[in-house]
């Protein structure tokens, strides 16, 4: 039953209950024209639903179509923005390389002047200070192991 069929339906009952009331069978007739005027505002309120409807999936379609872009947007800048990071931690593991060799040179270096200092000291003096350059000589080492295993790090992070 549709909603034009309620309608003419309560109609009916309407005007039958007037017409027993007041013993006119015609007293009711004026029902009619309420029940066309409630089926044109049904029938516009079935336009307007459909409308809206409408709308809202156009307007679905807008929003997934923004938020597609959105997300190719934030794809682009997050590619570029790791792109960046890793020219940065590239840099920065050359610039740490740099100096670790820069103070290793520098450390064997002095190194090596103390020993030739040492050289004319006792024997034991003289292993005494060649044991101090061999630790010397290791802690840098384990200090360019540690400076080139966080660049490489950095690089794998980025």
Do not use: P
């Not at 009916?12 to 009331?21: L, P, Q, R, T, Y």
């Not at 044109?40 to 923004?66: C, I, L, R, T």
């Not at 044991?131 to 080492?141: K, L, Q």
Request: charged share 30%.
């Amino acid at each position: 039953m549709g909603i034009e069929d309620i309608i003419d339906n309560a109609v009916s009952a309407a005007k039958k209950a007037i017409g027993d009331i007041t013993h006119n069978e015609h007293a009711g007739d004026f029902l009619d024209g309420v029940g066309e005027t409630a089926k044109n505002v049904s029938d516009s309120v079935e336009q307007f639903a459909g409308d809206a409807a409408e709308n809202v999936k156009h307007f679905a379609g807008d929003a997934q179509e923004k938020a597609t872009g959105l997300i190719g947007d934030v794809q682009e800048k997050a590619t570029e923005f790791a792109g960046v990071a890793q020219e940065k931690a590239t840099e920065f593991a050359g610039v740490a390389q740099e100096k670790a060799t820069g103070l290793i040179g520098d450390v064997q270096e002095k190194a090596t002047g103390l020993v030739g200092q040492l050289k004319g000291d006792a024997a034991d003096t003289e292993d005494a200070a060649a044991a101090t350059v061999d630790e010397a000589a290791a802690t840098v080492d384990d200090a360019a192991t540690k400076v080139e295993d966080a660049a490489a790090k950095a690089a794998d992070e980025a």
